[in-house]
């Protein structure tokens, strides 16, 4: 059973263009969660989605970010028209239940933005 | 959710025991305690849960007192493998879904 696996693991954006993160949660899984983690800090948590559903949105800047989780194929978060700032490592999680703090994460997606 | 606080690093050397103590004065009655592991690149890793006592698994061991004001993350034997980020997380398991709330949490190195 393969773990969740995110690509790109590396992505590096100029200002203004858009990143595409995807992530495929473990086989059986329905809950999908992202996390950012800026340099030398903590997770924080950006959006939890279930299947054709956002759940719960409220880490997740209002502008130029945007999740979806399709009935079929990965979980993508897209950030549009990046800035410097957005630079960070944005991480995926799965869980098979909702109420579980159990969650797996996958590898993470690095984005550099120049 | 409970606010947790948690030393910033700890120094070790293969083959200690290393103790990590974390602090919840405010936890709630339906809470749990849990810790991820994270290694440097690497997403968090689920290492244990508890909610009273002492719980123990092939990783790590947790107590925690009466109280639950408190719980202690225990590592047998650490060796440079361990050097990672532990994070402790307070909230409850059931009724809802849980995003986690990491903090800084408590840089480990362990030494040769």
């Known amino acids: 059973n393969a773990g969740v696996m995110q690509n790109p693991r590396h992505l590096v954006r100029r200002r203004g263009q858009e990143a595409r993160l995807r992530c495929s949660p473990m086989k059986g899984h329905s809950h999908v969660y992202w996390y950012r983690q800026l340099p030398e800090e903590g997770l924080k948590f950006m959006v939890y989605l279930q299947k054709e559903n956002i759940i719960d949105e409220s880490g997740m800047p209002k502008e130029r970010f945007s999740a979806e989780f399709p009935k079929e194929g990965p979980s993508i978060l897209r950030i549009q028209q990046v800035v410097r700032g957005d630079s960070a490592a944005y991480f995926c999680a799965s869980s098979p239940q909702m109420d579980t703090y159990e969650q797996y994460f996958g590898p993470g997606t690095r984005l550099t933005v120049t | 959710l409970a606010k947790t606080t948690q030393p910033i690093s700890m120094d070790s050397y293969e083959g200690q025991e290393v103790n990590i103590t974390c602090s919840h004065n405010?936890?709630?009655?339906?809470?749990?305690i849990t810790w991820y592991q994270q290694f440097p690149s690497q997403g968090p890793r689920f290492i244990i849960q508890?909610?009273?006592t002492k719980v123990t698994n092939e990783v790590a061991s947790l107590f925690i007192p009466a109280d639950r004001k408190s719980s202690t993350l225990s590592l047998p034997r650490v060796s440079l493998s361990d050097t990672a980020v532990y994070y402790c997380l307070v909230g409850a398991v059931s009724g809802g879904y849980n995003k986690l709330i990491f903090g800084a949490g408590t840089r480990l190195a362990v030494h040769p």
């Open positions: 405010n936890i709630a009655t339906n809470d749990y």
């Open positions: 508890g909610y009273k």
